[in-house]
């Protein structure tokens, strides 16, 4: 039962354009989102996130949109670059039942110059 | 901070034999977890510590798995014995519980190969 999902295993964008990364959740109690950025042999690195009482956040390129009614949330990367190809995580949580993440199982996305 | 740092970076062993993984979270933390990375079930929460207390060990698989926590600054995951569907990348995480904000800090994950 995934609770956090990412629909779309990879996305290919061209440089300068907008990379749109969707996730969707089926838990109503998570209050706290998250998108992480993960290299190859490196561990995920947090990237930007979202609390449930807003339904936007910027920073720099990125922004997070959170649509609650819908249960879904996106990142948007405008303008994409060749280093921002990785994988892409979602993940949520529950802040009152522990601050744990539930991750989604990611996006890959592929920046092409 | 040197962030959380993990060891080792790879591990091979054969099957049955008794694998330790090695966690030093970022000084001031008091939340620490353990996540698995594989191909079919993605980043899964194996244990999750809160002032080195165990609070949810529902994602640990079986009782070949156990983690400890004796201190602030130090975790490991065992599995006994190991079997090769164990193979996979392990990452311990941690972060500052405060409000509500849950960011965690990854490191740089154990690569176990079980033969």
């Known amino acids: 039962d995934q609770q956090v999902k990412q629909n779309s295993p990879s996305l290919s964008v061209q440089e300068g354009r907008i990379s749109i990364l969707n996730c969707d959740y089926t838990n109503s109690m998570f209050d706290y989102f998250l998108w992480y950025k993960k290299y190859p042999a490196e561990g995920p690195t947090f990237l930007i996130s979202?609390?449930?009482?807003?339904d936007k956040n910027e920073d720099g390129r990125f922004t997070v949109f959170l649509n609650k009614s819908a249960k879904h949330l996106s990142l948007h990367i405008v303008p994409s670059q060749p280093g921002d190809s990785a994988v892409y995580f979602c993940a949520a949580s529950d802040s009152n039942a522990g601050n744990m993440l539930t991750f989604g199982g990611g996006t890959r996305l592929m920046v092409k110059p | 901070d040197a962030g959380v740092i993990q060891s080792p970076r790879h591990e091979v062993t054969e099957m049955g034999q008794e694998v330790t993984l090695r966690c030093k979270p970022i000084s001031g933390h008091n939340s620490l977890f353990w996540y698995r990375q594989t191909m079919m079930r993605g980043l899964e929460l194996l244990i999750y510590?809160?002032?080195?207390?165990?609070?949810?060990d529902s994602g640990m698989p079986e009782d070949r798995f156990s983690a400890k926590m004796p201190n602030a600054s130090f975790s490991t995951l065992k599995i006994q014995p190991s079997e090769p569907r164990d193979s996979a990348v392990y990452f311990c995480?941690?972060?500052?519980?405060?409000?509500?904000?849950?960011?965690?800090?990854f490191g740089q994950g154990t690569r176990l190969t079980v033969v």
């Open positions: 510590f809160n002032n080195n207390v165990p609070i949810d």
């Open positions: 995480a941690s972060s500052l519980r405060q409000g509500k904000n849950t960011e965690a800090f």
């Open positions: 979202i609390s449930s009482i807003k």
